[in-house]
């Protein structure tokens, strides 16, 4: 019932899919005699500290970052689904999850270059879209003809467990969506991008080869985090990136604080070079 719930709610398939995976470790760890009306907070302590020893099944190739992740959202479903039973609270403690301190990132001028490279007018809408709104790929991949409003030029998506939130649309992404609807007689419930993860992915990489940018730089994801760098050093308050970002908590969003190298030199000459002399000390007496 809980996971019934969940999909009428609006979740992914890809999140039911993980909290049935949490669900089930959870159980194999209680053991299949252990009613549900006697489950308690201390089999959900003891499940925890299970987790922290052996972790969970996983691919060869997943990188340590990933598996810590995987026990933050595992932690996280069965403590909503406890919840969702009425059998503990929100006081619950779930297994932190890892985070980069500053997200891999591209230069405007690299988004710019992009675009410029696109093939078709496909590459250049899911470039733009990306760059300028920080949505995910799964929220651009789920977005319909109906959910765009290009008069106001915003875009309702639907994101991580079916919240539904406003972003709104760059210049480049506005006129690309107006340009790509004019070409064609769209349903109104047609998608504006209709392709997977992969085959997105896999134009991402083949454009930036075109573009002459480091296509291991270049994933979906990485236009999402260079979209909310670029909105910190325009001015954006965090209060409204993390709207835009759809996080849930501001602490997330507080990772994009960082300055690059760049951003610093600059900031220090502009405070210590303005008006300062060609010589800053007298030249010694011979």
Not at 76 to 105: Q, S
Not at 129 to 137: K, P
Not at 146 to 166: F, M, Q, T
């Amino acid at each position: 019932m809980f996971l019934d719930a969940l999909s009428a709610s609006g979740a992914s398939d890809a999140t039911i899919k993980t909290y049935r995976a949490a669900l089930r470790s959870f159980a194999s760890h209680i053991g299949p005699d252990t009613p549900v009306r006697e489950i308690d907070e201390d089999h959900y302590m003891s499940w925890i500290s299970s987790l922290r020893r052996e972790g969970v099944t996983r691919r060869r190739s997943q990188k340590k970052e990933s598996q810590q992740n995987t026990l933050h959202y595992y932690t996280l479903f069965v403590k909503r689904f406890l919840t969702w039973l009425g059998i503990a609270g929100e006081d619950l403690p779930v297994i932190p999850r890892k985070r980069h301190i500053i997200p891999d990132t591209l230069s405007w001028e690299e988004v710019k270059r992009l675009i410029e490279a696109a093939r078709d007018i496909y590459d250049a809408l899911i470039v733009s879209i990306l760059a300028e709104t920080g949505m995910r790929v799964s929220e651009l991949l789920s977005i319909r003809i109906r959910d765009i409003d290009l008069e106001k030029g915003e875009v309702r998506i639907r994101g991580k467990y079916g919240k539904e939130r406003i972003v709104f649309l760059g210049p480049a992404s506005r006129a690309l969506i107006k340009a790509y609807i004019e070409t064609i007689d769209p349903s109104p419930r047609e998608k504006l991008v209709d392709m997977t993860y992969q085959a997105v992915h896999k134009r991402l990489k083949r454009l930036a080869e075109r573009a002459g940018v480091d296509p291991a730089r270049v994933r979906p994801h990485v236009l999402r985090h260079t979209f909310a760098t670029e909105a910190i050093r325009r001015g954006m308050s965090l209060p409204a990136l993390q709207k835009l970002l759809g996080h849930s908590d501001i602490k997330i969003t507080e990772v994009y604080l960082h300055m690059n190298m760049e951003d610093v030199r600059r900031e220090y000459s502009s405070i210590f070079y303005r008006g300062a002399p060609a010589r800053a000390y007298p030249e010694e007496s011979p």
